[in-house]
């Protein structure tokens, strides 16, 4: 099963790619536990968010921090977990990965007519569509040496979410492989 190769999966992408829907359903699929990065922000973040102004990276910091620890808290105690996180920079992977140990990630990907339409249809989030625009800039694609891929989110949720554990196993073999060969 997945969870006895890969423990942690970091569902990520900008604000209205559906981290959240889509993590919660690929936890249940898989029998994890589902967390959403946003409730680790502190509420300096949240409250700078809902005012319109970019997160700095200084201000990310201690949030990634926090995920991360808890991501490797939870698979520590053998609990397979399933993460919502923008993790939009390289940097913050990497320092998830760092605290969080053996982590993949699931870019979810789409249009920004798509995602500005989705984020306009969300009642009572604190992060306001005029950020999407930053954060279309601030994302830095998954690498060839990270773990992860990337699914296109103009798809049903569930569909999607039935996408992202087939990759997630895949990934899971890959890196399965790579281990017995090295």
């Known amino acids: ?65 926090a995920v991360g620890d808890e991501i490797a808290r939870r698979t520590a105690a053998g609990e397979p977990v ?13 320092l998830l990965r ?26 009572g989030h604190f992060m306001p569509a005029t950020l999407l625009g930053s954060q279309l800039v601030a994302l830095e694609r998954l690498q060839p040496d990270e773990p992860g891929f990337s699914v296109d989110v103009a798809e049903a949720p569930d569909q999607i979410a039935d996408t992202v554990v087939a990759c997630w196993r895949d990934v899971a073999e890959l890196v399965a492989r790579r281990a017995r060969e090295s």
């Open 1 to 65: 099963m997945v969870q006895q190769r890969l423990s942690a999966l970091v569902v990520m992408g900008v604000s209205g790619s559906g981290k959240s829907t889509v993590a919660a359903a690929v936890a249940a699929r898989v029998g994890a536990i589902f967390l959403d990065a946003d409730d680790f922000h502190p509420a300096s973040n949240v409250a700078k968010m809902a005012a319109g102004t970019p997160l700095t990276d200084e201000d990310r910091r201690p949030w990634l921090v």
């Open 82 to 94: 399933v993460v919502a996180c923008s993790a939009l920079k390289r940097s913050y992977r990497d």
């Open 98 to 123: 760092e605290r969080g140990g053996d982590v993949s990630f699931a870019l979810l990907d789409g249009t920004p007519e798509l995602l500005a339409e989705r984020i306009g249809a969300r009642a």
